[in-house]
T-cell receptor, first 117, second 110 residues
Framework: AQKITQTQPGMFVQEKEAVTLDCTYDTSDQSYGLFWYKQPSSGEMIFLIY??????QNATEGRYSLNFQKARKSANLVISASQLGDSAMYFC?????FGFGNEKLTFGTGTRLTIIP | DAGVTQSPTHLIKTRGQQVTLRCSPKSGHDTVSWYQQALGQGPQFIFQYYEEEERQRGNFPDRFSGHQFPNYSSELNVNALLLGDSALYLC?????????FGPGTRLLVL
């Protein structure tokens, strides 16, 4: 089974609208972390937001928020008021377990987001 | 504060050759991880170095090896290159939970 599933290969969104990128995960660990990264065409992976499995509040970072639904094993990224510069690939990733030697990130296949002026 | 840097940015090799990629971590970071990203896919974990030792390894053959130096910088070595090794190689550094990535090295094997 896929550890991280991103079901939207591509999305087109009008500028200034909000957008939700879907991510579901599969793990039997109680302790894990979920991440979202943005990858522009230049190739660099840019960290956006992090959610720990024990965090009770949904994470927020500026225009980014993570809609964490633990029972459904979903960790959707919400971008408010989208901008042209948000056009990029977006990857959801998971780290299973915590502590020494448990830092490997497993990535999904990504969603290509295009913002339309 | 400089972020993660990688060199070279691009590289072209032929099958059977060997390649060395380099990574300097973000200031204050002591852990370096390497990932391979094939075209159209998400990154795949190769291995991670901490205190100059390989701490965790993904599902990659022994042709992939690495090293971490006392200043925390790292090298990724790939021997006997195959066409399938063509990819973007990403280095990430961390001190704690979050990994921060460099711009990557694009390797083309002909």
């Amino acid at each position: 089974a896929q550890k991280i599933t991103q079901t939207q290969p591509g999305m087109f969104v009008q500028e200034k609208e909000a957008v939700t990128l879907d991510c579901t995960y599969d793990t039997s660990d109680q302790s894990y972390g979920l991440f979202w990264y943005k990858q522009p065409s230049s190739g660099e992976m840019i960290f956006l937001i992090y959610q720990g499995s024990y965090d009770e509040q949904n994470a927020t970072e500026g225009r980014y928020s993570l809609n964490f639904q633990k029972a459904r094993k979903s960790a959707n990224l919400v971008i408010s008021a989208s901008q042209l510069g948000d056009s990029a690939m977006y990857f959801c990733a998971m780290r299973e377990g915590f502590g020494f030697g448990n830092e490997k990130l497993t990535f999904g296949t990504g969603t290509r987001l295009t913002i339309i002026p | 504060d400089a972020g993660v840097t990688q060199s070279p940015t691009h590289l072209i090799k032929t099958r059977g050759q060997q390649v060395t990629l380099r990574c300097s971590p973000k200031s204050g970071h002591d852990t370096v991880s390497w990932y391979q990203q094939a075209l159209g896919q998400g990154p795949q974990f190769i291995f991670q170095y901490y205190e100059e030792e390989e701490r965790q390894r993904g599902n990659f053959p022994d042709r992939f090896s690495g090293h971490q130096f006392p200043n925390y910088s790292s090298e990724l070595n790939v021997n006997a290159l195959l066409l399938g090794d063509s990819a973007l190689y990403l280095c990430a550094s961390s001190y704690g939970e979050t990994q921060y990535f460099g711009p990557g090295t694009r390797l083309l094997v002909l």
